[in-house]
């Protein structure tokens, strides 16, 4: 399983973006799929998760009713719709999958991962 994130980007407080990781590799289709942020000097946090038939989704209390997590397996795509975006949301944000146990949200279960992408909020 290969992932690839795409459309970080500066914004400003209040606007919406939308992320997209591309993932390559039928075994994704069976993988539960998650979406991490690393702000610099912290470690890397939990935002939110979707099994794999979209059933269930998880969200970090930050993140809760401002963002979206979906998938499509018949494209290999997983997204993260981002409304209300705050300064604090600044980080490089990876996706990441894995057959793992349910809650999906601690970084050291998950193998696979994406490098990253650069999200930043201004004021």
């Known amino acids: 399983v290969q992932l690839v994130e795409s459309g970080g980007e500066l914004v400003h407080a209040g606007d919406s973006l939308r992320l997209s990781c591309s993932v390559s590799?039928?075994?994704?289709?069976?993988?539960?799929a998650g979406w991490f942020r690393q702000a610099p000097g912290k470690d890397r946090e939990f935002v939110a998760a979707i099994v794999w038939n979209s059933k269930t989704t998880y969200y970090g209390d930050s993140v809760k009713g401002r963002f979206t997590i979906s998938r499509d397996n018949t494209k290999g795509l997983l997204t993260l719709q981002m409304d209300a975006l705050k300064p604090e949301d600044t980080a490089v944000y990876y996706c990441?999958?894995?057959?793992?146990?349910?809650?999906?949200?601690?970084?050291?279960?998950?193998?696979?991962w994406g490098q990253g992408t650069q999200v930043t909020v201004l004021p």
């Open positions: 990441a999958s894995d057959l793992l146990p349910l809650p999906p949200t601690a970084v050291e279960k998950y193998t696979y």
């Open positions: 590799g039928s075994a994704f289709r069976r993988y539960t």
